[in-house]
C-alpha cells in the first residue's frame, strides 16, 4: 500500500534541501541535520502523525525563508545607511 503522503513528504525534502545551502553554518552541516530527521521519521506511518510532520517542515521553511530575508536586508542597510552608534 502506498503512502498518500509520498510526494508532499519528498516536495518537502528537496524544498528544504534546496533551501539549505545557504545555511550559515553551511550545507553539508544542514544537510546531514535534514537527513537524519527524515531517517529518524522514516517507520512512521500514521496519517496524522505524517500530516503533523509535514506541517511541521512547513513551519521550517518559512522559518529559513524569514532568515534570509532578515540576512539580506541587514546586508543591504549596511551598504545603503551609516551605521548607528
Known sequence: MTNPFRGEVIRLYKT?????????????YFRQRLKSAFIKNKDVTDPEKIKTLVD??????????????????RAMKKRYYE???
Not at 58 to 71: C, M, N, Q, W
Open 56 to 73: 511541521r517542515g512547513d513551519f521550517v521553511i518559512k522559518e529559513l525563508e524569514a532568515l534570509y530575508f532578515l540576512r539580506k536586508y
Open 16 to 28: 528544504l534541501l534546496y533551501l539549505g545551502r545557504e545555511y550559515p553554518q553551511g550545507a553539508a
Open 83 to 85: 551605521p548607528e552608534k
